[in-house]
């Protein structure tokens, strides 16, 4: 864990990068926030923006949740305890595995 946790090192941020560009590495992404915030029980945890500058390929929610989970085993493994959270802003016609929209 880092000394202080609110502060987020270069390190660890070039690592939550390698973890997104690796999982998503066919869509055209970016990770656009990483920032530290309070969680729901007052503990201290990592937040992942990613930006999906146009549409790509339909992605799975398979892949997302393998992204997150790989981003958590490497952020432990650096000794980093923080939980990640990833938000996914999505561009307006990006297409999602098993979902249907209604309109």
Known sequence: MPNDPYAISNATKKLVESVVRKHL?????????IAVIDD???SVGISVGICYR???LPISPKQTLALLTDLRTQLVKSGDYRMPFVEHYYAADQKIEGIRRAC
């Open 54 to 56: 146009t549409a790509g």
């Open 40 to 42: 729901d029980d007052n």
């Open 25 to 33: 590495r066919d869509y055209d992404v970016e990770p656009c926030k």
